[in-house]
């Protein structure tokens, strides 16, 4: 209750009242987060229910052409799947796997970051050695690597239960050094500043200064990069997907539909690359919208008014 | 200097009408070598088509028509005697006479690519400069399918050593070596530039020996653009004027095109799928393979993702080959699929794994995909994982997975050569079954082709060969699934149709621009 | 600065050594090379008679220690299966197409993304403020081979403008292949140097505006404001120069990553450079190709983040790089 209170009249709350854009970001991000978790009740279809898949209803278009089904809103896709149902589970996948490995790399990044330019010296030369090593074996690489591991754990069957871990996985690990190198070069530039001697003298634990003090204070280009970040991974997948080692096409991300429907930009059947390729879109655009309101109000150095 | 760029570009200018026609072409790739010998590929047999000759070759109604050999006539079951062109010249300048068909038969032999298409061929016999008996260890049907595989090479140009101090007509396939980098054959086109992976071009021979070819182009220029929707844009932007293959998903908008001549034709590469009856005990059971087999809409397949580029299958060769049996009826019949689990004892179905590779044929992932859903109508639950083609064949060697596809095309453009691979009963010493991962096997069908390959009567042969395709069909050995077919696009005006043909070896030196 | 740059070559040389041993240890993963460079008719003893040439059965270490005493002593990074030609030879023969590719974009990014991110700072109620933001938010949002093929269908297919592929002509400068100097190469420029700048101009932009607008609010921009300085140099000297920092670093990783992993631009135009150099080597499993180029890739990266790392020291002086004295 008391937090409820604090909440109402925090500025955050002022600010996103009196911001339509952020308003309505919210909402739309909220619908289609709500319709992809809720996707197994809303969907008309189920596109994991291989059983319901007919080959000869490939490639039918949305309603409102000629030749359409009505049982298929948005038309369907190369094997015949509904598009409105496999968006909706597309969409789950892709939010889960953008946001999960984003955060993955934030976290990996950030600490080793903060390590990094806080320490200096020898371990700040050898983990920014490592971000290069990283940084040299590309995502593919990586994922090429992990997933020879994986199949010898767990075999081929396994793949299809396990992918989306097993990719968030892959592109957290993959991408970390970007934000390793970003919070360090933050850090660098305010360790020297007063505040921060000033913590020391009074003997602050260097623990409590870096993540109190100095994290704060690096917010504000991270949260850039995570919203891009956010993007980023969920087209990584798809691309991932193509070399056969991101989702089991069995079960597509929204990322790997668009990839697919890359065949046919000039067949015709628009519907299977034009849909899910608005739906990411919009998608990420209101991920971005809100993430510029959340880093205008979350930054500590930016005087509201 | 403005004068001095003139003069250049007008004497470019002059250069290239007085040279003729020039076609740009976009393939999937470009040739990996310009040694013919360094492996046998589509490509490289592509590229040998224009640079060097064959003794015979294919015609489009799979015939043979004579190259560089004008006639030939077999004189027992193991002699065939070759009677050969006078007054072909070599790229080099040098004549051509039996001594290059000897030599380069001989390294055909030394070849690792090639080696295994002519184990059964003895040392030739010239009987003079114009005459050679190709001579095979013991009865063979195939000399002639083997004739068009002797593309000979300039003995002369290729023995010595070159200025590296290598060996002129070493086989080298992963670094430098003479033959990889120069040529010299009879063909009508000489490679003048190449980057390998970038470009190559071709420029005509202007003592090729075919004066009655009406083929017009002087110069090809051929770039490999992999990505499918980027070589179809090529061509309908204009940047090129003849592109291969055409992607199924694109035929439509092409066709309807009318400033593109579109050819399809049916190919020889069957799709198939195979089951591991050791590693999966339930696909021993004939009547499991069967219910598989019903389940599969392979019509479907070809009509919806193949968009018709396919012709559905039901046996391993296409028709026009010696065991094509045209009887063979479809099998898709869902009900029968069912009734047929049943009966097995797997009304609740089972579940199994699989693996296809996602770039080697064409949508070979898609059809996966579709077969996981088809299959899941008769209660099997697949599980599929598809992986680029560099990574599957080790894979599929190690039958990791219960269903593994593969696709198949004869090198000898012979019905004996599908079954040798993939459904003999695989053994190691003798090589036969290698991609046999289905562990299908039945003596009474090795037996017909061990026959088959010994036999010179033509009729007989014939028997043995659609004997083979009724048991396996019988047996229900695989699934087969279609033949690919081929597919070529070019620019009005470019005459594509006579030169084409169902080995996918466009006849260059022939094609006539307008 | 003499021994900072000694310590960072030492480094190097350990990064390149820990890159090669992954990469040998990785290589086995992407796939068998003999595969890719036989017929599939091939018989299995063939095979195996040819990995034993190249040396592929030896045990790991062997094949290790014969790549490191090639790579010290000779300078030999390996042969490309496919191009049958050493493979840093290939590599350098190709690092000029995604090197200009990479320069062309920068510069684009360069002049437009400063400028527009300055702008949506200093105003940021501005409708041209949000049409920019906005702008670039749809850029990051759309996936690259999207623009690109969109590219392709306009300006190739319906206006038939520009060159739907390839590099297009291009002349030999002492030995750089260089597409920078002819009407053609440049023309066959425009479409992949647009759609890359497409994607990686949104970054820039928010990044800048971002830090921006963090500088706008110091005391010491205030303080000159109280000063009567002009806006311009208060904008430009005071505010911009403070927001370089993480721009540097954020663009210093991008450049590293564009000119070895520009694989989806470089594959929808066909552009013959590095990122496509990549794919190819992992789609025929051109296993030793690859670990040069991971090699070559590697050092780039400490080369451009040992560049950017000095360059702090000179935007901003109260960052002393470690091990500078």
Redesign the interface.
Known sequence: MRLWKKFKNSYALYSFLRDPVAMGSFIILSVLALSAFGAPIIAPHNPYDTTTINIMDAELPPVWQEDADPSFLLGTDAQGRDMLSTMLYGMRVSLVIGIGATMLQAIIGIILGLISGYR??KI??FL??M???Q????T??VA??L??IFQALFGVAAFERLAIPFLVLVIGIAEW??YA??V???V??EK??EYVEAARVIGLPSRRIMWRHILPNTL??I???S??QV?HAI?SE??LSF?GLGMPITKPSL?SL??SG?DY?FSGSWWI?LFP?FL??L???VI??LG?FV??VL?P???KG | MKKLLFLVLTLALLATTAQGKTLKMALDADP??MDPLV???GGMLQYSHLVFDPLIRWTKDMKFEPRLATKWERLDELTVRFYLRPDVKFHSGNPFTANDVAWTLERLKKS??F???FTAFANPKIIDDYTIDIVTTEPYPLVENIATYIFPMDAKFYTGTDDKGQSKDAI??????FA?ENESGTGPYMVTHRE???KIVYTRFADYWDKDSKGNIKEIIL?P???N??RT??L????VDFIAPVPPQDLDRLAKHQDINLQTMPGSRVITLQMNQKRKPEFADLRVRQAIIAAIDNAGIAAKIMKGDATPAQQQGPEGFDGYVADLAPRYNLEKAQALMKEAGFEKGFDATMIAPN?RYVNDDKIAEAVVSMLSKIGIKVSLKTM???????EFDAQVADIQMVGWHS?TEDSANFSE?LIMCPD?ET?KG??NSGNYCNPKLDELINQANVETDRTKRTAMLQEVERIAYNDAAFVPLHWQNLSWAAKKGIDIEPIVNIMDFPYLGDLVME | MFAFIV?RVI?AI??ML??SF?GFA?K?????PV????????????RE??RDK?GLNDPFFTQYFRFLKGAVLEGNLG???????PALEVILKKAPATLELVFVCSIFIVLLSIPMGMYSAIYPKRILSRII?GLS??G???????IA?VF??IF??QL?WL????RGETVTIWGWESGLFTIDGLKHLILPATALTALML??FV??IR??M??AL??EYVKFAWAKGLSPMRIWVVHAFKNTL??V???G??QI??LI??T??TE????W?GLGFL?L?A????DTSLLVAY??F??I???VV?TVVDII?GLV?P???V??RK
């Open positions: 200096g010296g700040d030369s920014m050695r971000a290069d090593v940084l040299s074996f590309s593919l690489m090429i690597f997933s020879a050094p970007q190198r970003t360090r070069a933050s660098l530039a020297k500043k504000s280009p949260l850039v990069l919203t891009v993007a087209l798809a691309a070399l990322g668009i990839n890359f930009i690359t390729g990411l879109v998608l990420i655009l971005n919208l510029d880093q205008d930054n150095k930016l005087y | 990996e070598s492996q046998l590929s690792e690519d080696k295994g298409l080298v396939k992963t670094e430098y070596s990889n390998h992976g970038v770039t653009i992999k990505e929707a980027t844009a090529a309908l932007s204009g940047d770039n680029p083609k560099a990574q599957y064949w080790d090198d691979y190691k090589g290698q991609y | 310590r480094q350990i990064v820990i890159i992954l990785l086995q993963n992407v796939g068998d595969r890719e460079i036989t017929g599939i008719s091939v018989s299995v003893a063939e008679a040819i190249l042969q490309s299966f496919f191009y049958k030609k933001m938010t749809l990051v949002s759309i996936p690259i081979f999207l093929i392709i269908y190739s297919i038939n060159p739907s592929y390839g949104p970054l928010r990044l971002s830090e607008m963090e609010q110091t920092l993480p540097i670093t954020v210093g990783v590293g990553t070895a992993f694989i989806l594959t929808v135009f066909q013959g990549f190819e992992v789609e025929r499993a991971l090699i890739v590697g780039i990266f400490v983040n702090y901003n109260m960052v002393r470690t091990g």
